[in-house]
């Protein structure tokens, strides 16, 4: 046995198709930036106004579907299903599962646009409202918009991915990756060549949408560190600092394991949120943040279906192309692998505690943080804060710094809020870095979901110098943009993969006896005989009809 042991190596591990495909991909994606950046960028910015142009109403359609999905799945009879059988166990605490969900998804977008959206949206007003920059109906309504792009839509994106894999990897005791979601629908041939395309493109978007978020994150460092200690320091100095560290302290957590390394990133997170979120609600205004919020939900409600479909046909603005539909194809680039991790954490629960783990309840902390922020920075610009002069002068970046500028003890929350961005990113990047890890591990090395098994340290240190050397080369060479917006016009073929992999789910709830090896046999004989009446009143139906 130990010299069988000694004769399997890292490139034995390796699944070299699921590895190889992006790997090419990326790296020629890498050096045309690198190399022509201005023509990267045009050919990318082409492609992504196509896609939006043409096929807006193609990803408000989809999304909002994912939304009704993602609402059947966790609140009809099949919601009580354990992921895992019904002898597994959660590995992790209710409150713990919740923070690493919340803080691996899209944490550092809400601090970057925290503030910075709602300002925008008060000073800068959407064109088809028709408002008045900064006037009564701006205040009132900007919040609604922000609560639309950080609300259920980003998060059903999410866990619709996250759904559509678990079940069928838990219970159906599938390979770790994107692809056997489609096992319903396609079978073996999951394990072939459309399987290794299906995860070759999600690993792309993932390591490209990386990009998008840890640009946000660099853009925001950056500025702060020039804003606060007003330094003029130039950005691609810090940047290199930034990401430097980012990717050292990922390696490192990632490489102890994720009952470690990522529970404690996202629990000192999370009180580090707390912390602003309480800071600002007691200085920031807290009867102005009480009325706005509690009115902006009541219009957030009453606006969702609506402008989940509205795409301006006839104003033409631009605005929705810019902003909702930006966000859609950004979380879809996410959705995949972020969907992915949520499954390493959902052994035990059932499919309804899941969604209300991913969708429902970082929704509501998604309200709370835009309604306090949001509202906050509103009050004090009517006031004479003039954040959103700071906004014009130093970009977005910002916001947030600018903010606490008005409230007591700034210079501490300069230096929370510098935290806070530092591990928005590591907590994403070390989940990402787990996750590519163990899809591009041959499943045999993987153990099951009975005894699971870590992926080779070697391939959580290359997934996490990939992306730092990709954001290192695109950010001196003018290519991160682009590359961002290559990874974001993935969104629209993911967008397409993830209905597909809805209707997959929907076959395996319907023949559930089939497809989970969980079951014992008395138990599925019992559910083969209620899914064949289920089928036979379905058809009795459709004959009376």
């Given at each position: 046995?130990?010299?069988?042991?000694?004769?399997?190596g890292?490139?034995?591990?390796?699944?070299?198709?699921?590895?190889?495909?992006?790997?090419?991909i990326?790296?020629?994606?890498?050096?045309?930036?690198?190399v022509?950046p201005?023509?990267?960028?045009?050919?990318?910015?082409?492609?992504?106004?196509?896609?939006?142009?043409?096929?807006g109403?193609f990803?408000?359609f989809?999304?909002?579907?994912?939304m009704?999905?993602?609402?059947?799945?966790g609140?009809?009879?099949?919601?009580?299903?354990?992921?895992?059988?019904k002898d597994?166990?959660?590995?992790m605490?209710?409150?713990?599962?919740?923070y690493?969900?919340?803080?691996?998804g899209?944490?550092i977008?809400?601090?970057?646009w925290?503030?910075a959206?709602?300002?925008?949206?008060?000073?800068t007003?959407?064109?088809?409202?028709?408002?008045?920059p900064?006037?009564?109906?701006?205040?009132?309504?900007?919040l609604?918009?922000?609560f639309?792009h950080?609300?259920?839509?980003?998060?059903?994106?999410?866990?619709?991915?996250?759904?559509?894999?678990?079940?069928?990897?838990?219970?159906?005791?599938?390979?770790?990756?994107?692809?056997?979601s489609?096992?319903?629908?396609?079978?073996?041939k999951t394990?072939?060549t459309?399987?290794?395309?299906?995860?070759?493109?999600?690993?792309?978007?993932?390591?490209?949408?990386?990009?998008?978020?840890?640009g946000?994150?660099?853009?925001q460092?950056?500025?702060?560190?020039?804003?606060?200690?007003g330094?003029?320091?130039?950005?691609?100095?810090?940047?290199?600092?930034?990401?430097?560290?980012?990717?050292?302290?990922?390696?490192?957590?990632?490489?102890?394991?994720?009952?470690?390394?990522?529970?404690?990133v996202?629990?000192?997170?999370?009180?580090?949120?707390?912390a602003m979120?309480?800071?600002?609600?007691?200085?920031?205004?807290t009867?102005?943040?009480?009325?706005?919020?509690?009115?902006?939900?009541?219009?957030?409600?009453?606006f969702?279906?609506?402008?989940?479909?509205?795409?301006?046909?006839v104003?033409?603005t631009?605005?929705?192309n810019?902003?909702?539909?930006?966000?859609?194809?950004?979380?879809?680039?996410?959705?995949?692998?972020?969907?992915?991790?949520?499954?390493?954490?959902?052994k035990?629960?059932?499919?309804?505690?899941?969604?209300?783990?991913?969708?429902?309840?970082?929704?509501?902390?998604?309200?709370?943080?835009?309604?306090?922020f949001?509202?906050s920075?509103?009050?004090?610009?009517?006031?004479?804060?003039n954040?959103?002069?700071?906004?014009?002068?130093?970009?977005?970046?910002?916001?947030?710094?600018?903010?606490?500028d008005?409230?007591p003890?700034?210079?501490?929350?300069?230096g929370?809020?510098?935290?806070?961005?530092v591990?928005?990113i590591?907590?994403?990047?070390?989940?990402?870095?787990?996750?590519?890890?163990?899809?591009?591990?041959k499943?045999?090395y993987?153990?099951?979901?009975?005894?699971?098994?870590d992926s080779?340290?070697s391939?959580?240190?290359?997934?996490?110098?990939?992306?730092g050397?990709?954001a290192?080369?695109?950010?001196?060479?003018?290519?991160l943009?682009?590359?961002?917006?290559?990874s974001?016009?993935?969104?629209?073929?993911?967008?397409?993969l993830?209905?597909?992999?809805a209707?997959?789910?929907?076959?395996?709830?319907?023949?559930?006896s089939k497809?989970?090896?969980?079951?014992?046999?008395?138990?599925?004989?019992e559910?083969?005989?209620?899914?064949?009446?289920e089928?036979?009143?379905?058809?009795?139906?459709?004959?009376?009809?």
């Amino acid at each position: 046995m130990s010299t069988e042991k000694q004769k399997i190596g890292l490139l034995d591990k390796i699944d070299k198709p699921t590895l190889l495909l992006p790997a090419i991909i990326l790296i020629a994606a890498v050096v045309f930036g690198a190399v022509a950046p201005d023509a990267f960028n045009s050919a990318s910015t082409a492609a992504f106004n196509f896609t939006t142009k043409y096929f807006g109403w193609f990803y408000a359609f989809g999304v909002s579907l994912l939304m009704l999905f993602c609402v059947w799945a966790g609140f009809s009879k099949y919601g009580k299903i354990k992921l895992g059988g019904k002898d597994a166990k959660p590995e992790m605490s209710f409150v713990t599962w919740f923070y690493i969900c919340l803080t691996s998804g899209i944490a550092i977008g809400i601090i970057y646009w925290g503030v910075a959206e709602p300002l925008y949206d008060l000073i800068t007003p959407p064109g088809f409202t028709g408002w008045e920059p900064s006037s009564a109906e701006a205040a009132e309504g900007a919040l609604k918009f922000a609560f639309l792009h950080w609300g259920f839509h980003p998060y059903a994106i999410y866990t619709a991915a996250g759904l559509c894999c678990a079940f069928i990897i838990l219970n159906g005791k599938r390979r770790f990756s994107i692809s056997s979601s489609l096992y319903p629908l396609l079978g073996d041939k999951t394990e072939g060549t459309i399987g290794k395309l299906v995860n070759g493109l999600c690993i792309f978007a993932i390591v490209g949408g990386m990009g998008t978020s840890l640009g946000y994150g660099v853009s925001q460092f950056c500025v702060g560190v020039n804003y606060v200690f007003g330094t003029n320091i130039p950005d691609s100095s810090i940047a290199v600092f930034f990401i430097g560290i980012v990717v050292i302290l990922s390696i490192a957590f990632s490489c102890s394991g994720l009952q470690r390394g990522i529970k404690y990133v996202s629990t000192l997170k999370m009180y580090v949120f707390y912390a602003m979120l309480i800071w600002a609600f007691i200085f920031g205004g807290t009867l102005f943040i009480l009325n706005n919020t509690t009115s902006a939900i009541g219009q957030y409600l009453a606006f969702i279906v609506p402008e989940s479909f509205y795409l301006e046909p006839v104003k033409a603005t631009g605005w929705v192309n810019g902003w909702s539909i930006f966000y859609w194809a950004w979380w879809l680039a996410f959705a995949p692998i972020v969907g992915l991790f949520q499954i390493k954490l959902a052994k035990g629960r059932t499919i309804r505690q899941f969604v209300i783990v991913n969708l429902i309840a970082p929704t509501l902390f998604a309200i709370v943080w835009f309604g306090v922020f949001g509202s906050s920075a509103i009050n004090l610009e009517l006031h004479g804060a003039n954040i959103a002069a700071k906004l014009s002068e130093w970009g977005s970046s910002v916001a947030m710094f600018a903010y606490f500028d008005n409230l007591p003890l700034k210079t501490f929350f300069h230096g929370i809020l510098f935290v806070a961005i530092v591990i928005s990113i590591l907590a994403l990047s070390e989940s990402m870095t787990l996750t590519l890890a163990d899809m591009s591990t041959k499943p045999q090395y993987l153990g099951d979901s009975d005894k699971p098994q870590d992926s080779p340290r070697s391939l959580k240190v290359f997934w996490a110098l990939l992306v730092g050397a990709i954001a290192f080369i695109l950010l001196f060479s003018g290519g991160l943009g682009a590359l961002q917006t290559a990874s974001i016009v993935c969104g629209f073929p993911i967008l397409m993969l993830q209905l597909v992999m809805a209707v997959a789910y929907i076959k395996s709830m319907h023949q559930q006896s089939k497809y989970d090896l969980t079951l014992t046999e008395k138990e599925k004989a019992e559910m083969e005989q209620g899914e064949g009446k289920e089928k036979e009143t379905i058809e009795t139906e459709g004959q009376f009809e």
